[in-house]
């Protein structure tokens, strides 16, 4: 039987993400990772990692505010931007970079540009910061990988008032936005969305004053999403929901077994996805009752005294009848006493 259009797109999609992450054939030159205080860069840019270990390409970190003893994973070459200009840091990023071979058959080595945060360069050298970015790229073999953090307010410039928003611009030079997001508030909002509720919100976007505690899930909701925006040369973008399950925390970074990569999921696909608006539906059906001021419920003494009551068309349901064949279908009525006290009233009336 062949794929569907749906199974082909997302078999399509899947390979696109795959290609992304091992760096493969220029898939993205510049990717830009937004994370927020829910949920952190850090297990897609160490999955970045192991796969470019495995793939042996050099590993760039440039520091903006991590520390050398802090950084989570293996890197080839470390630097630092502390005091240092951007031509200087320029300079400094591009002479660690690999000449390109000039023969045919060598494979070229592919570099890996990471960069822990733009927030100093959004705040700090606004006009400046496509030229230096752009100036990065200088072979189709290096790729860049940045952080934007979502949480964290930049000021406002007024210098010009044509200067666009930081964000605007990186998303603007970007080839790929991964945008992350914890899965149990991915779940959490579908369950929402198939009750027909509002949706919850977390983090910042609660409004709340003082310390804030984000949803915590289960440990049958580990993992994030990843909604992947790849933009091709066509101008075409792609997008699509992932969920990335990083692997056991005693796998290494410098371990080449495929075991210790990350499993990739579509977002669609998800056993819990999937079956949190089913599991919802027989929950509702089964044990949900209407909220109400008062109890609904019937005590065991009315339970028994319901069961009990013999209603008038019950001997008409018999097969033939109570009076026997030919009798089936007739509604079988005797009068109580009120009902005869009544009568006599309407008789006398008349």
């Known amino acids: 039987m062949a794929p569907t259009p749906l199974q082909q797109r997302r078999t399509h999609n899947t390979l696109l993400f795959q290609k992304l992450l091992n760096l493969r054939d220029g898939a993205s030159p510049f990717t830009l990772v937004l994370d927020s205080l829910e949920q952190s860069d850090g297990p897609v840019v160490r999955e970045f990692v192991r796969r470019a270990k495995i793939s042996k390409s050099k590993v760039i970190f440039i520091s903006f505010t991590t520390l050398r003893k802090k950084v989570p994973f293996d890197h080839d070459v470390f630097i630092s931007t502390r005091g240092k200009?951007?031509?200087?840091?320029?300079?400094?990023?591009?002479?660690?970079?690999?000449?390109?071979?000039?023969?045919?058959?060598?494979?070229?080595?592919?570099?890996?540009l990471i960069i822990d945060t733009l927030t100093h360069l959004s705040t700090t050298h606004i006009a400046h910061l496509s030229p230096f970015l752009s100036s990065l790229l200088i072979s189709p073999t290096i790729s860049l990988l940045a952080t934007y953090h979502l949480?964290?307010?930049?000021?406002?410039?007024?210098?010009?008032?044509?200067?666009?928003?930081?964000?605007?611009?990186?998303?603007?030079?970007?080839?790929?936005?991964?945008?992350?997001?914890?899965l149990s508030h991915t779940l959490a909002r579908k369950r929402a969305r198939d009750r027909s509720l509002q949706e919850p919100v977390f983090g910042l976007s609660e409004h709340r004053e003082g310390i804030f505690i984000g949803l915590k899930g289960s440990k049958k909701e580990e993992g994030l999403v990843v909604k992947m925006e790849l933009r091709r040369r066509s101008g075409r973008g792609i997008v699509e929901d992932f969920?990335?399950?990083p692997p056991s925390p005693s796998a290494t970074v410098t371990a080449k077994a495929i075991s210790q990569l990350s499993t990739i999921i579509l977002l669609d696909e998800h056993p819990l996805y999937t079956l949190t608006s089913i599991s919802h539906a027989l929950e509702d059906a089964e044990g949900e009752k209407p909220e109400s001021t008062f109890n609904l419920g019937l005590t065991e003494?009315?339970?028994?005294?319901?069961?009990?009551?013999?209603?008038?068309?019950?001997?008409?349901?018999?097969?033939?009848?109570?009076?026997?064949?030919?009798?089936?279908?007739?509604?079988?009525?005797?009068?109580g006493a009120e009902d005869r006290e009544d009568f006599d009233d309407e008789e006398d009336e008349i």
Not at 155 to 171: A, E, N, R, W
Request: negative net charge; glycine residues 8%.
């Open 85 to 112: 200009s951007l031509s200087n840091l320029r300079t400094e990023i591009l002479s660690h970079i690999p000449p390109p071979t000039l023969s045919t058959t060598a494979v070229p080595t592919r570099t890996l």
């Open 151 to 182: 949480d964290i307010p930049i000021p406002s410039h007024h210098s010009s008032g044509y200067q666009p928003d930081p964000l605007i611009t990186l998303t603007y030079l970007s080839t790929c936005i991964l945008t992350l997001s914890p």
């Open 243 to 245: 969920v990335l399950l």
């Open 301 to 335: 003494k009315q339970r028994r005294e319901r069961e009990g009551v013999i209603l008038p068309y019950f001997d008409a349901q018999k097969d033939g009848g109570a009076s026997g064949a030919g009798e089936g279908g007739r509604i079988l009525y005797e009068m």
